[in-house]
C-alpha cells in the first residue's frame, strides 16, 4: 500500500505563492508517475501536472504551465508543487495522487493512490 499525505495550502491574496508538499510512504517503488489534481466546488476533478519519479519528466495543464512548478525529491520521497502568481481561478481542494501508470497524462481513474486533499484559497 502507498500512503500520500500533502501539506501547504492555505489562503494567498491574488498574485501570491504558496508550496504544496506531498509526502509518500508505503510501497512508493510501484508509483512511475505522481501527479497533482484540484477541485473547485461544484466542478469535476482536473488534472494540474505530472512527474515522472525516475527521469523527473514533468507535464502540465496548460492554464498552470509557466506559474506552476513539480518537482520531486527522490531522497524524501516527496513531491513539491510550487504555485506562483496565483488567481482567484485556482481556487480549489489540491489532491497529491500516484499511478504505476508511466503516462504523464493518464487521467485520473488511472491514479490509484490519492491524498485527503489540501485546501487552497486565493482572494481577488
Same mark, same amino acid.
Not at 466542478?43 to 514533468?58: D, L, M, P
Not at 495543464?61 to 509557466?66: C, L, Q, R, Y
Given at each position: 500500500q502507498v500512503?500520500?499525505?500533502?501539506?501547504?495550502?492555505?489562503? =494567498?491574496? *491574488?498574485g501570491g505563492s504558496l508550496r504544496l508538499s506531498c509526502?509518500?510512504?508505503?510501497?512508493?517503488?510501484?508509483?512511475y508517475v505522481m501527479g497533482w489534481f484540484r477541485q473547485a466546488p461544484?466542478?469535476?476533478r482536473e488534472? =494540474?501536472? *505530472?512527474?515522472?519519479?525516475g527521469s523527473a519528466t514533468t507535464y502540465y495543464e496548460d492554464s498552470v504551465k509557466g506559474r506552476f512548478t513539480i518537482s520531486r525529491d527522490i531522497a524524501k520521497n516527496t513531491v513539491y508543487l510550487q504555485m506562483n502568481s496565483l488567481k482567484p481561478e485556482d481556487?480549489?481542494?489540491?489532491y497529491c495522487?500516484?499511478?504505476t501508470s508511466n503516462w504523464l497524462r493518464a487521467p485520473p481513474d488511472e491514479y490509484g493512490y490519492w491524498g485527503?486533499?489540501?485546501?487552497?484559497?486565493?482572494s481577488s
Amino acid at each position: 500500500q502507498v500512503q500520500l499525505v500533502e501539506s501547504g495550502g492555505g489562503l =494567498v491574496q *491574488a498574485g501570491g505563492s504558496l508550496r504544496l508538499s506531498c509526502a509518500a510512504s508505503g510501497r512508493t517503488f510501484s508509483m512511475y508517475v505522481m501527479g497533482w489534481f484540484r477541485q473547485a466546488p461544484g466542478k469535476e476533478r482536473e488534472f =494540474v501536472a *505530472a512527474i515522472r519519479w525516475g527521469s523527473a519528466t514533468t507535464y502540465y495543464e496548460d492554464s498552470v504551465k509557466g506559474r506552476f512548478t513539480i518537482s520531486r525529491d527522490i531522497a524524501k520521497n516527496t513531491v513539491y508543487l510550487q504555485m506562483n502568481s496565483l488567481k482567484p481561478e485556482d481556487t480549489a481542494i489540491y489532491y497529491c495522487a500516484g499511478t504505476t501508470s508511466n503516462w504523464l497524462r493518464a487521467p485520473p481513474d488511472e491514479y490509484g493512490y490519492w491524498g485527503q486533499g489540501t485546501q487552497v484559497t486565493v482572494s481577488s
